[in-house]
């Protein structure tokens, strides 16, 4: 009897992790037995190691060490990092505003909520029509007498420095950064507004000294997401970058589908170049957040 209570107190004390169990292990297997995967492939098949000796082991990674592979990794991982801080911040600031006007404008947050059941690819199609030289505010412009002709208006889509990429991600990573944290700021605020109020804080203080260092590590962890996305997606760039723009998943396609099974192990080699970065930058934050704990959530 004694046994089954303490078996009983045990369960208890992890029903928590037993819940999410089967899900933890749904993920785990496919996700590790992907990586591995991948990893074989990229190293190469039993017949390829065959012909090429097993000095050429890593073939595909010997490939990759040139100047304009390492050109592509900064651009990727440039890009990405964009897209997450400034999605990161315009996201917290619109979140807060939103917490503040939700007594009055409740439609609000539903209209940010939109473009987050909207694809990316399709989100790319839309800024296309709506951004070329020959789409929409281009025409808008030209009919209101702003530019003279069409090819005057700024070149937005497939331009050299991405700024159509950023605007395509920033459009869908916003409302999704809003809608993970926008729930909680809204909680945090009723919590604390009296007791700030109290003791003579302004709204500004207390969104400073309360509310950010509560939730940094959730904010924090949303742009890691939109981070490790945006460094790994494929449309958005496929459709709105320059052909010289570099980004390693689009160059990564090409060498998948377009130069036969010999180039297949490259391409695979490139998606665990990524991988390998997007888990070293999660790691750095999760060591940080650590760090950040020890030294009782100081923020400034």
Do not use: C
């Not at 012909?51 to 592979?69: T, V």
């Not at 208006?153 to 497939?158: D, G």
């Not at 809003?178 to 109020?197: E, G, H, N």
């Amino acid at each position: 009897m004694w046994e089954k209570n303490r078996l009983r107190v045990q369960l208890n004390s992890y029903k928590g992790l037993l819940g999410i169990l089967p899900a933890l292990l749904f993920m785990l297997f496919f996700f590790i037995g992907g990586s591995f995967h991948a990893l074989y492939l990229s190293i190469g098949s039993s017949h390829q190691i065959s012909l090429l000796g097993e000095e050429d082991l890593l073939w595909a990674y010997k490939e990759l060490r040139n100047p304009s592979f390492f050109q592509s990794i900064a651009v990727s991982v440039g890009i990405a990092a964009a897209v997450a801080v400034l999605s990161g911040i315009i996201g917290l600031l619109t979140a807060i505003f939103l917490a503040t006007k939700s007594a009055r404008w409740k439609w609000l947050h539903i209209i940010f909520q939109l473009p987050i059941g909207i694809p990316h690819l399709l989100a790319a199609y839309l800024l296309i029509q709506v951004f070329m030289q020959s789409g929409w505010y281009s025409r808008i412009a030209y009919y209101f007498g702003w530019i003279d002709k069409l090819e005057e208006f700024p070149v937005l889509v497939h331009d050299e420095w991405g700024i159509g990429v950023l605007l395509a991600y920033m459009w869908k990573e916003v409302p999704f950064i809003v809608l993970l944290i926008y729930p909680f700021i809204l909680k945090l605020i009723s919590d604390w507004r009296d007791q700030a109020r109290a003791l003579g804080s302004t709204f500004s203080q207390t969104v400073r000294w309360v509310i950010i260092p509560i939730l940094l590590p959730m904010w924090v962890g949303g742009m890691w997401v939109v981070f490790a996305f945006a460094l790994g997606a494929y449309e958005i760039p496929a459709l709105i970058a320059s052909t010289s723009f570099g980004s390693i998943p689009v160059e990564a396609f090409h060498e998948y589908s377009q130069f036969g099974l010999e180039r297949q192990p490259i391409a695979i080699a490139m998606n665990v170049v990524l991988a390998v970065i997007s888990l070293l930058v999660g790691s750095l934050l999760i060591y940080m957040q650590m760090d950040w704990y020890k030294r009782g959530r100081r923020v400034w």
